[in-house]
């Protein structure tokens, strides 16, 4: 386990350095653009987290 500082350092830098304001869609780790793993890239795990999501979304709505 790392600490929530360790955690928010890639998010604080992606948020605030203006170097990348023209990156968009990158995969970062570390703060480095890295591969995503290939199931990122995977339509169908894509459209099958999305119907998921949306389900259970509706399912606790108010």
């Known amino acids: 386990m790392i600490s929530p500082e360790k ?3 890639t998010p604080v830098y992606l948020a605030t350095a203006p170097k990348l304001e023209a990156k968009s ?9 890295k591969k995503p793993a290939a199931i990122a890239n995977d339509t169908n795990a894509r459209d099958n987290l999305w ?3 949306e389900g259970l979304v509706r399912r606790f709505e108010v």
């Open 7 to 9: 955690g928010a350092e």
């Open 51 to 53: 119907a998921l999501s």
């Open 25 to 33: 869609g990158q995969y970062f780790y570390k703060k480095k653009i």
